[in-house]
């Protein structure tokens, strides 16, 4: 229910509230709510990078964890140019179903050139979310600078906003019931928790421990410098989208969730809440940032491989770029790990090191991913007040 929301829900919203602020000051509380959001992420990615140094789960003893073959040919630069052409769609409709993904097609056997691989496309379906993000923000700036005569397209962005919020409100009210059977269905699918938390056990510990250092120290102290206001309290108000995110493990799914809880417990103005959370909700992965950082060391670490600086600042960029471009990526999950294993030359199939625990992994990371959504839209509502 929460997921067909989405939608219409981002692109009204994200229209809606970038038509009815002032050029400049959208201008100014996209800029702050940017310069938040890369903060943040490096600050996780530099955390998980020590956490996981200092910890040191991996033993070198790849042989008694199982393994599985996938394969796809992909490399990094294709994956980040798909990105950025995934920003600009040509077909909006097809945009609401289908991404835009490279192909890499091997040499035809019996051409007698073997060398030469054949770079395709295709579209593979989900929603091209970053193409919407960024053509509603587009059209949001031109209804912003068009004065009067945009007015009445902006009054029904707002009243789809709005109507999406109260059907919203309405799926709350199932939230107890969803999160709980969501969780149950998957602690009921499991073989043994000693089996999946055996062997990985350290490895998931070390994860939450960074997890937990970001979202209840690193970011509440953020909070608490700029706002002077508790960070804690601001966090209980944003229980029921904490909760949301944990069942679903989707933020995006969350994203109606936490921007009512934003606006009707936190007080946050409301075009604050509606421009700055879908972009959050799309870039502003701090959980999963951390994530890929202490996975591909880890994965390094069982496989016996020491990490130069170097190497360590290479992870550090591609995990803070795989977060930021998740939501621009076709099957994201899988393919932005393989990228940061690439960067310290690790295989595609090492992945399959760390999916026992993934699924729950996901549940942790997705919760700080919309804490960190959240505390940024208090801090940019904060330092925006007096101009609004
Ligand atoms: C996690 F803002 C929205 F609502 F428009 C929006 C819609 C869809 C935002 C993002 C997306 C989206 O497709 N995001 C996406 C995220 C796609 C693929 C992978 C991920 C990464 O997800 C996180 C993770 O696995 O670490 C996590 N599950 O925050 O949702």
């Known amino acids: ?59 070198g003893d790849s042989e008694s964890i199982a393994r599985a073959g996938i394969s796809r040919n992909v490399t990094t630069v294709d994956t980040l140019m798909d990105l950025f052409r995934n ?6 409709v097809q945009a609401c179903i289908q991404q835009y993904r490279t192909l890499l097609l091997a040499p035809l056997k019996g051409t007698g050139d073997i060398h030469t691989w054949t770079m395709s496309h295709e579209y593979v379906s989900g929603t091209n979310i970053l193409g919407l993000v960024v053509f509603s923000t587009a059209l949001g700036i031109s209804l912003g ?4 005569s945009a007015e009445p397209l902006i ?12 059907i919203t409100n309405w799926v709350i009210w199932f939230s107890p019931v969803g999160v709980f059977f969501l969780v149950s269905s998957k602690i009921l699918e499991m073989e043994s928790f000693s089996v999946v938390i055996g062997q990985l056990g350290m490895y998931f510990m070390t994860v939450l421990f960074g997890l937990s250092l970001h979202g209840f120290i690193v970011l509440p102290i953020m909070f608490l410098i700029v706002t002077r206001k508790s960070p804690f309290r601001y966090l209980t108000n944003m229980g029921q989208a904490l909760a949301t995110a944990f069942g679903t493990a989707s933020s995006s799914a969350t994203l109606p969730v936490a921007i009512s809880c934003l606006e009707d417990k936190n007080h946050i103005d409301s075009r604050v809440a509606r421009f700055v959370m879908p972009i959050g909700a799309t870039i502003n992965m701090d959980g999963t940032a951390l994530y890929e950082a202490v996975a591909a060391i880890f994965i390094a670490q069982v496989r016996g491989i020491s990490l130069s600086l170097g190497s360590l600042v290479a992870v550090s960029i591609t995990a803070t770029a795989a977060s930021i471009g998740a939501a ?46 959240s505390l940024g839209a208090g801090i940019v509502n904060h330092l925006s007040k007096g101009e609004l």
Not at 87 to 92: K, S, V
Not at 145 to 148: L, N, R, T
Not at 155 to 166: E, H, L, N, Y
Request: aromatic share 6%; charged share 10%; with cysteine.
């Open 328 to 373: 621009g990526i076709p099957q994201a999950g899988l393919v932005t790990m393989v990228m940061v294993l690439d960067t310290v030359g690790l295989p595609a199939e090492d992945v399959t090191l760390i999916i026992a625990v993934d699924w729950l992994l996901d549940r942790f990371r997705t919760t700080i991913n919309v804490m960190g959504d």
């Open 155 to 166: 009054t029904f962005f707002q009243g789809m906003s709005g109507a999406m919020m109260t």
């Open 145 to 148: 600078k068009m004065g009067s």
């Open 87 to 92: 920003m600009f769609p040509p077909n909006l």
């Open 1 to 59: 229910m929460l997921k067909s929301l989405i939608l219409p829900l981002i692109v009204s919203s994200l229209i809606s509230a970038i038509g009815s602020l002032d050029l400049s000051l959208s201008g100014k509380i996209g800029y702050r709510a940017v310069c938040y959001y890369l903060a943040t992420t490096i600050c996780a990615v530099i955390l998980g990078i020590i956490v996981v140094t200092i910890v040191h789960p991996g033993r």
